[in-house]
């Protein structure tokens, strides 16, 4: 079987997702998955596509993720994950659709304005 190859992002993390048929290893810039992600929620989310459309174990994973915190990378990685095992079967994409794990994140950290301490905290106001 041939690799499919997806990109996933979240926020600023940038995750490059090579899914290919093997036994269920999940492997992070050369690590196994439960080495990089080390809570059990973050497990869960690399997973949650696996699980939603029945195909644990099924599938070999090799990622290269860079830039962003570990949660942004693990929603990266799920979402790559995503839209590899849709391009490898087109009939699992309603039901990742439903839990909504096709749809790209778009909530990014706002810039910081000049003349304020962050986005859109202000200095305290004196009137005299």
Known sequence: ??????????????????????NGNITVNGKDYKEYF??????????????????TNQFDVKANIN??????QA????????????????????ALKAEGL??????MVERKKPGRPKARKRFQFSKR
């Open 75 to 94: 929603e990266a990685l799920r979402l790559g994950i995503a839209r590899a095992l849709v391009e490898v079967d087109p009939e699992h994409k309603p």
């Open 38 to 55: 080390p809570t059990g929620t973050l497990q869960y989310v690399v997973n949650q596509a696996f699980a939603v459309t029945n195909t």
């Open 1 to 22: 079987m041939e690799v499919f190859n997806r990109i996933g992002r979240r926020k600023t993390a940038v995750a490059r997702v090579y899914l290919s048929a093997g």
């Open 67 to 72: 830039g962003g915190g570990i949660n942004g």
């Open 102 to 107: 096709m749809t790209r994140d778009p909530r």
